[in-house]
């Protein structure tokens, strides 16, 4: 971790549910730049050559947060540099940092989600009177952000 913090201890449930929340951020971006679902195809074709192998169940295990907790190392590098091209460290160390990378991406898909809500709204509403239409836009913005409207 950064400025020498110390490491928090992690159960293996939190570090499974981590490792599937971080994959599940990589998936999202991967998708949205790719505009196609990730696969486990896609992923067992970049791994292999590169001479990994991983079972479509560890994929699973990894996506999902199920199973047991996926630790191998080379594997976990091998998808975060081959798969989503960010720093191993993300997938590898749980305690690390979000790369600025990924944290960018990340806010730019909720920005663009946020764009197709409004954007939603906007065609099914059409014959609404603009202080409907504003009164919406405000609710769709608070809840996206967190806020109780």
Same mark, same amino acid.
């Given at each position: ?13 939190q570090k499974k549910e981590r490792l599937a929340d971080r994959m599940g951020i990589l998936v999202d971006i991967w998708e949205s730049d790719n505009n196609t679902a990730l696969t ?34 080379? #594997? ?6 081959? $798969?989503?091209?960010?720093? *191993?460290?993300? =997938?590898?160390?749980?305690?690390? !940092? @979000? ?9 730019? #898909? ?6 197709? $809500?409004?954007?939603?709204? *906007?065609?099914? =509403?059409?014959?609404?009177?603009? !202080? @409907? ?17």
């Amino acid at each position: 971790m950064a400025n020498g913090a110390p490491r928090v201890f992690l159960t293996q449930q939190q570090k499974k549910e981590r490792l599937a929340d971080r994959m599940g951020i990589l998936v999202d971006i991967w998708e949205s730049d790719n505009n196609t679902a990730l696969t486990y195809p896609h992923v067992e074709e970049a791994l292999s050559a590169h001479g990994i192998h991983m079972s479509r169940t560890r994929w699973s295990y990894l996506i999902n947060g199920t199973g047991s907790l996926v630790t191998d190392q080379e #594997l976990l590098k091998g998808i975060a540099e081959l $798969v989503f091209s960010v720093p *191993a460290s993300y =997938l590898v160390d749980l305690n690390s !940092e @979000t790369p600025p990378e990924v944290e960018a991406r990340m806010e730019f #898909l909720v920005q663009m989600r946020k764009l197709k $809500v409004k954007n939603f709204a *906007a065609r099914n =509403l059409g014959a609404t009177s603009p !202080e @409907t239409l504003r009164t919406i836009t405000r609710i769709i913005d608070a809840s996206m952000n967190g806020e109780d409207e």
